[in-house]
């Protein structure tokens, strides 16, 4: 009975994913763009443009944010500080000794690199691109650019342009919306405002950005000695791929990559060829059982050849984590996105020490554990209780073994005693395993 009820649970949280546009761990997400109106000279104006990831765990890594627009009469933007327009454009129609900044009908502004020019900076710029998420950096969720530019010269209700995008996969965004003036304040007494202020909202959804899974979960225990490989086929079938990934121990073709500060799209993945052809592996290893405490290790894996993930994350959902008691190596923040039900969390690296997940080449993985206290009445090993119920990296729902295949519990077990021989057992396995 129990089994039926737990199989019934799973094929229930499989059938509803992967989520179409909405994201039920972080259902008020989205990216938002404000265009504040600071002075208008005549035919001329300057703006303020920033761009703030309202997103718990989604973040944007490089190559960064490529912020594109129509403008809807002849604008032409004459200066920008903290950004930089990726194309001049045909400005032949100018006469004078200075040319403008951009005059492309639909302009494609990149962020300038931390440490620009001087001249060139404005306050909150010049981040490559590279926005955290609101929990993993509050500081550096959000970035600015300004420019001036020559309003049309047709009578226009508003000088806005319009049909924004971010130039990041899966992202759509809304037409602007005028809002009450941005104001600041300096000494927290006297505030000042801006003339005008309209908001662009953008949406994630993980089937536009790709129908491909990005990532796979493996899963073992310290009681049976059966790892339980990536579903073949997860992000693409081996068949479909040969010739297209590298053979584990060969090296990969010598890649003509750009240096990666310059850019500008991600490269397609390059993965290690494998029956899951992922370019990310979660591995969930139950690893020790304790009198009131249990153990578990995760293991992330690069497979792709061709990219660094900066500031990744990973959300995990387990209806054990309301009691997680330790987590070694990661951060680890509880995301209570229905009250106190407590049975997800978000995991990210340390700064300098392994918030950067090196591309396979280098062969390199980020690991933690953590200890979750068992709760009476709750935990149990059987039935695959112990395994997570969803993972996603970087905000992408990853391939989960079925149900029917999670490591079982031996009949007879007297699992603690024997923990540390088949824990053995189970790393030297695991490190054959690709
Ligand atoms: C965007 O996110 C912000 C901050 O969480 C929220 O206040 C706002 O309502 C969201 N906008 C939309 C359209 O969901
Ligand atoms: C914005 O997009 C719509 C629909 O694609 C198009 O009809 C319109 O001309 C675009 N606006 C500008 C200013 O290009
Ligand atoms: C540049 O724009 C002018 C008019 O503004 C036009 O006459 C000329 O053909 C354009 N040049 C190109 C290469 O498109
Ligand atoms: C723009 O509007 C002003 C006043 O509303 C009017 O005097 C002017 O002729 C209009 N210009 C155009 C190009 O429609
Ligand atoms: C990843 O980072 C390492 C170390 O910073 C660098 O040597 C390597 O070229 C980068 N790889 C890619 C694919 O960008
Ligand atoms: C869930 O987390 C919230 C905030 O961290 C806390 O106030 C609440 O007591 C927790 N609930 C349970 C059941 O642990
Ligand atoms: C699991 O344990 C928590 C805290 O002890 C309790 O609130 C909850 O009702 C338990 N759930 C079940 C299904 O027993
Ligand atoms: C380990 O788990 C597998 C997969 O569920 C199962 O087929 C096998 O019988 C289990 N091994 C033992 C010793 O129970």
């Known amino acids: 009975m129990g089994n039926v009820l737990i199989l019934l649970f799973f094929s229930v949280t499989i059938s509803i994913s992967p989520s179409f546009g909405y994201d039920t761990l972080d259902p008020a997400g989205n990216i938002t763009i404000t265009w504040d109106f600071l002075s208008d000279n005549g035919d001329r104006t300057d703006v303020k443009v920033s761009i703030y990831n309202f997103q718990l765990f989604r ?3 490089r190559p960064g944010w490529r912020l594109g627009w129509a403008w809807k009469g002849d604008e032409v933007i004459w200066q920008m500080w903290g950004a930089e327009a ?7 129609r100018f006469k004078g000794k200075e040319l403008p900044h ?12 931390p440490g620009a020019p001087y001249n060139m900076q404005v306050a909150n710029c010049c981040k490559r691109g590279v926005l955290s998420s609101m929990i ?9 650019f300004q420019m001036n530019y020559n309003k049309a010269s047709t009578n226009d209700s508003s000088y806005i342009p319009e049909n924004f995008t971010i130039g990041v ?5 809304a037409e602007p919306v005028q809002v009450p003036p941005s104001k600041t304040t300096k000494d927290g007494r006297r505030w000042t405002q801006v003339l005008e202020t309209w908001k ?3 949406v994630y959804s993980q089937i536009l950005s ?3 899974p990005k990532c796979c979960v493996s899963l073992s225990a310290f009681y049976n000695s059966t790892i339980v490989p990536c579903p073949k086929c997860s992000c693409n079938c081996p068949e479909l791929a040969t010739g297209k990934c590298v053979r584990p121990g060969e090296s990969p073709p010598l890649l003509q990559l750009p240096r990666e500060e310059n850019t500008l799209v991600e490269p397609q993945p390059l993965v290690m060829c494998s029956q899951h052809m992922c370019p990310i592996r979660v591995h969930w290893h139950v690893k020790q059982s304790y009198k009131e405490y249990w153990r578990i290790k995760i293991t992330i894996t690069n497979l792709n050849f061709v990219k660094n ?7 995990m959902l387990h209806p054990n984590l309301r009691s997680i008691n330790q987590v070694f190596s990661f951060n680890y923040q509880p995301l209570n996105t229905y009250g106190d039900t407590n049975d997800t969390g978000m995991f990210w690296g340390i700064q300098y020490y392994n918030d950067m997940l090196l591309a396979s080449g280098d062969s390199v993985n980020v690991q933690t554990e953590m200890l979750l206290h068992k709760d009476p009445g709750n935990f149990t090993f059987k039935e695959g209780w112990a395994f997570p119920r969803k993972i996603s990296f970087n905000g992408d729902e990853c391939v989960m073994p079925s149900p029917d295949e999670y490591p079982r519990l031996p009949n007879t077990a007297h699992v603690a005693a024997r923990s540390s021989c088949i824990f053995y057992v189970t790393m030297i396995l695991l490190s054959m395993l690709i």
């Open 59 to 61: 973040h944007v890594e």
């Open 200 to 202: 662009v909202t953008c």
């Open 210 to 212: 790709s129908p491909i």
């Open 309 to 315: 993930y900066s500031q990744w994350n990973l959300v």
């Open 169 to 173: 996969p899966g992202y759509t965004c």
């Open 102 to 113: 951009c005059c492309e009908k639909e302009p494609v502004i990149i962020d300038l690199m």
């Open 136 to 144: 993993q950096d509050p500081s550096k969720f959000g970035s600015s």
């Open 86 to 92: 990726t194309e001049q454009g045909n400005c032949s």
